[in-house]
């Protein structure tokens, strides 16, 4: 009976809810913003409900980003929910513009982006079949799976694997040139590109058209580790 119990006790110790949580992930949101997160190329407001990090639009404003980092190899995950009317999305290792820069380059226009605007890989979030993708933000504006010839990875299950009205989980890991995405556990992205060693995080409250909204995105569960 003490051999017994001393496996059951041992089974329960081991048991996965009871281990202690994986070291070095950095929990995002619980308590407000964070007194590294700062807003930047837009005017939609951010805030943080019962951990829940809430972004909305504001009408007339460009692309807007609350921007955490810099930061090179990491894992990111989160939960999202968006209204059906609006796009949003995550940037990784993207950048800032500053007054006197040139062009990006790749730039699709050749021209200077005005001070402040975040540009670079943005892991798209939105209703239409692309959520999972990454699109070149502010720079060369086109799909980062055809920059790199990756439109294979673009599967069915994975134009669907996003579900509108939902929380949908996300799981973003950039190491070295690589970049791969997951949406509710399907690969959703998978290429390198070497161009952005280094970058914020950002979260992107997408611009509207006059008259519309406002609207709202939605992250909770927010959790980064380095690599």
């Not at 239409?128 to 699109?135: E, I, L, M």
Request: glycine share 12%; hydrophobic share 35%; net charge neutral.
């Amino acid at each position: 009976m003490k051999t017994r119990s001393f496996l059951l006790l041992l089974s329960a110790l081991l048991s996965p809810s009871l281990l202690p949580a994986e070291d070095g992930w950095q929990e995002w949101f619980k308590d407000g913003l964070g007194a590294d997160a700062q807003i930047v190329s837009g005017q939609a407001s951010y805030k943080v409900e019962h951990g829940v990090l809430v972004g909305t639009t504001t009408e007339g404003s460009p692309n807007t980003f609350l921007v955490k980092g810099p930061f090179k190899d990491f894992e990111l995950q989160f939960e999202v929910q968006v209204d059906n009317e609006l796009n949003s999305g995550v940037q990784v290792r993207s950048h800032l513009a500053k007054e006197g820069d040139p062009a990006p380059e790749g730039s699709k226009n050749g021209k200077p982006l005005p001070a402040g605007r975040l540009y670079g890989p943005q892991c798209e979030i939105a209703v239409n079949g692309t959520a999972g993708d990454f699109y070149d933000e502010a720079r060369r504006g086109t799909w980062w799976s055809i920059l790199t010839q990756t439109e294979a990875v673009r599967t069915e299950q994975a134009k669907a694997a996003f579900k509108k009205g939902e929380w949908n989980h996300y799981r973003i890991v950039v190491k070295g040139d690589h970049y791969q995405s997951f949406v509710n556990g399907v690969k959703t992205a998978d290429f390198h590109q070497p161009g952005d060693p280094e970058g914020y995080i950002g979260f992107q409250v997408h611009g509207i058209k006059k008259g519309t909204g406002p609207y709202t995105v939605r992250w909770r569960a927010v959790k980064l580790k380095t690599l």
